[in-house]
């Protein structure tokens, strides 16, 4: 999770900067299909080529690891509805392609 942000992960708030999937590694130059859903401030879910690693629910406010932030915004357990999208590799090299987003609020015809 990112600095300041918790999540409930079964059954429970956990703080931890990183949650253990149950994906498992990659070696070597090959790319990996990743989707994640994310179902407003009530569910996520990782899925890697075709098998849910990991899934965990309202993301929300809250934890350490954060400098120089405004009190008035950062309410611990407020509930997170919006934000920004971050891709990022824990001490690994990476690349992403292909890379596209879906709003699933919008209403289909």
């Excluded at 179902?39 to 934890?63: A, F, M, W």
Aim: glycine share 10%; hydrophobic share 35%.
């Amino acid at each position: 999770m990112f600095p300041g942000t918790k999540v409930v992960y079964e059954g429970k708030v956990d703080e931890r900067h990183c949650i253990d999937s149950k994906s498992k590694t990659y070696d070597g130059d090959q790319w990996v299909k990743a989707e994640i859903i994310v179902l407003g401030d009530s569910l996520i879910t990782h899925i890697i080529d075709g098998e849910t690693v990991l899934q965990y629910s309202k993301p929300q406010i809250g934890g350490g690891v954060v400098n120089r932030f405004d009190p008035a915004i950062k309410k611990d357990g407020k509930l997170l509805k919006n934000g920004f999208i971050a891709l990022q590799s824990e001490g690994q090299p990476v690349d992403f392609r292909n890379i596209e987003i879906k709003d699933l609020s919008q209403k289909r015809n």
